[in-house]
């Protein structure tokens, strides 16, 4: 059982930046695909970004050249970096984790999920 929790969420302006960060438990971290989604008032889930155990990372065409996604294994936590932000970022951001070296944009591919950090992003 992996325990994923999230911090770093916020208001900024928009242009601002945030970094968010998602600890996990759990002995075989380097061994699991990271992956961050989001979820806006009335919208679907969304894949963001992902970093599968070979460290190759993938984004979303609305946050690429943004948002990067890195992870740390020794300290077990993953991050994700948001610069040039804007409102449309505006969404609850979830960190997840697959039990493998390779996933999707799918999150029905994510064994665990955080419960979430809220990110507000003004105009």
């Known amino acids: 059982q992996v325990q994923l929790v999230e911090s770093g969420g916020g208001s900024v302006q928009a242009g601002g930046s945030l970094r968010l960060s998602c600890a996990a438990s759990?002995?075989?971290?380097?061994?699991?695909?990271m992956g961050w989604f989001r979820q806006a008032p009335g919208k679907e889930r969304e894949f963001v970004a992902n970093?599968?155990?070979?460290?190759?990372?993938h984004y979303s065409d609305p946050v690429t050249g943004r948002f990067t996604i890195s992870r740390d294994n020794a300290k077990n936590t993953a991050y994700l970096q948001m610069n040039s932000l804007k409102p449309e970022d505006t969404a609850v951001y979830y960190c997840?984790?697959?039990?493998?070296?390779?996933?999707?944009?799918?999150?029905?591919?994510?064994?665990?999920w955080g419960q979430g950090t809220q990110v507000t992003v003004s105009s």
């Open positions: 759990g002995r075989t971290f380097s061994m699991y695909v």
């Open positions: 997840a984790a697959a039990g493998k070296m390779w996933a999707g944009r799918t999150a029905g591919e994510y064994d665990y």
């Open positions: 970093s599968w155990s070979d460290r190759s990372t």
